[in-house]
């Protein structure tokens, strides 16, 4: 774990300023030894807004996934962070994106009982789903695929089907997710 992945985790705000003004390193290093967490997804996790605030105004990525496909909204749906998903949604962050199972944040803030977040979310979907169709029309680009990750479940889902087996529509198995 990095300084900045303690520092983001423990909250240090002034620490964490101080790491990125002077380029130390990268907001959005994974963290090998942590399930590729980055200092966002400890943020997220731990309720800390204003750290989030800070990392994302310095580069990091909302829409980076762990190696099961959690995104800093995970963290924040499974803790029951609703400022932290506000936050997020401030920003633009993605905060649909299936993990690895498929699950959204909505679903996994709804699997631990945070009612709260369930129906900002559902709200906050919507709008993020407005704000993406706006911004295709006006040709701006969006930061909302963590290309890595999308690459590295390409190759698993690959290797996991039978020979012979395309990977199309029809392979891939949806769940009903609220």
């Known amino acids: 774990m990095s300084e900045l992945h303690q520092a983001a985790a423990s909250g240090d705000t ?6 990125l003004r002077q380029n130390k390193y990268d907001p959005n290093q994974r963290d090998i030894d942590w399930n590729n967490k980055t ?17 994302i105004e310095h580069g990091a990525r909302p ?8 995104t800093a909204a995970h963290y ?17 962050a993605p905060l649909g994106k299936e993990d690895c199972c ?9 699997i631990y009982g945070h009612k709260e977040c369930v129906q900002f979310l559902k709200r906050a979907e919507a709008e993020h789903q407005e704000y993406r169709r706006s911004a295709l ?5 969006l930061d909302d695929t963590d290309e ?10 690959h290797q996991r089907m039978p ?14 997710i609220p």
């Open 39 to 55: 200092p966002l997804h400890w943020a997220a996790a731990r309720g800390q807004a204003e750290m989030v605030r800070v990392l």
């Open 14 to 19: 002034d620490l964490v300023e101080d790491i």
């Open 102 to 110: 498929g699950d959204k944040p909505i679903r996994i803030a709804d």
């Open 76 to 92: 924040a749906a499974e803790a029951g962070r609703l400022q932290v998903l506000r936050m997020l949604h401030f920003f633009h």
């Open 63 to 70: 829409c980076l996934c762990t190696e099961s496909g959690w």
């Open 163 to 176: 020979k012979g087996t395309h990977l199309n529509c029809q392979n891939i198995q949806r769940k009903n």
């Open 148 to 157: 890595e990750w999308e690459e590295q479940k390409k190759a698993t889902d």
């Open 137 to 141: 029309l006006s040709g701006l680009s």
